[in-house]
């Protein structure tokens, strides 16, 4: 399987606090992505990070990526409760391939 | 703003019968795609389809399964004899042209007894 695992499985902060989830991946890859899933519901397409870059923000997300540990965090600061989700980190294959391979994602839950 | 539509919300169907899968992608994609999500594991991909033909297909997505763009605005998931660990969230993907992000529709639950 080229996707790892992201951690923490789940994560508990209050309204304010910044949340920090991990990812990791095993292969090469062309880029990493975010998504948002609420209960039950759809993808929501968060950021994409380009294996040559390092860091990108997006509003209150800023996503890193280090290719030489295969890993990447994403850091939603100033939580608000409408945050509370579940967060994919997903890669693609550099050989052209254009399907993604999810990880098992990170509960997090902000209370307010 | 545009979004991929998925029809029907939730399916119920006996073991051994036939569903499809609907969904509309964003108008001006070129790329689709069909993944599924067993509850509570991973989000799975199934296959992929670019300029009428399938581009890629994962291990899951077997001779049970088929894909067709009967139109120019929806794209389909047929499975043929549905099983009961067919039971799963199937979500539908697009992207356009000379992008990597895929724009996800709220997908459909799809339960077999």
């Known amino acids: 399987s080229q996707q790892g695992e992201e951690d923490p499985q789940a994560l508990s902060i209050q309204e304010g606090e910044n949340a920090t989830m991990n990812c990791s991946y095993k292969?090469?890859?062309?880029?990493l992505q975010w998504y948002r899933q609420n209960s039950g519901r759809g993808l929501v397409h968060l950021i994409l990070i380009r294996s040559n870059e390092r860091e990108k923000h997006s509003g209150r997300l800023r996503v890193t990526l280090d290719t030489s540990k295969k890993s990447s965090s994403l850091l939603i600061t100033a939580s608000r409760a409408a945050d509370t989700a579940s967060y994919f980190c997903?890669?693609?294959?550099?050989?052209?391939?254009?399907?993604?391979?999810f990880g098992t994602g990170t509960r997090l839950t902000v209370i307010p | 703003e545009p979004e991929v539509t998925q029809t029907p919300s939730h399916q119920v169907t006996q073991m051994g019968q036939e569903v499809i899968l609907r969904c509309v992608p964003i108008?001006?994609?070129?790329?689709f795609y069909w993944y599924r999500q067993i509850l509570g594991q991973k989000v799975e991909f199934l296959v992929s389809f670019y300029n009428n033909e399938i581009s890629e297909k994962s291990e899951i997505f077997d001779d049970q399964f088929s894909v067709e763009r009967p139109d120019g605005s929806n794209f389909t998931l047929k499975i043929r004899s549905t099983k009961l660990e067919d039971s799963a969230m199937y979500f539908c993907?697009?992207?356009?042209?000379?992008?990597?992000?895929?724009?996800f529709g709220p997908g459909t639950r799809l339960t077999v007894l």
């Open positions: 997903a890669t693609d294959a550099t050989a052209g391939a254009n399907n993604l391979f």
């Open positions: 993907a697009s992207s356009p042209q000379g992008s990597d992000t895929q724009y």
């Open positions: 108008s001006n994609h070129l790329y």
């Open positions: 292969t090469s890859i062309n880029n």
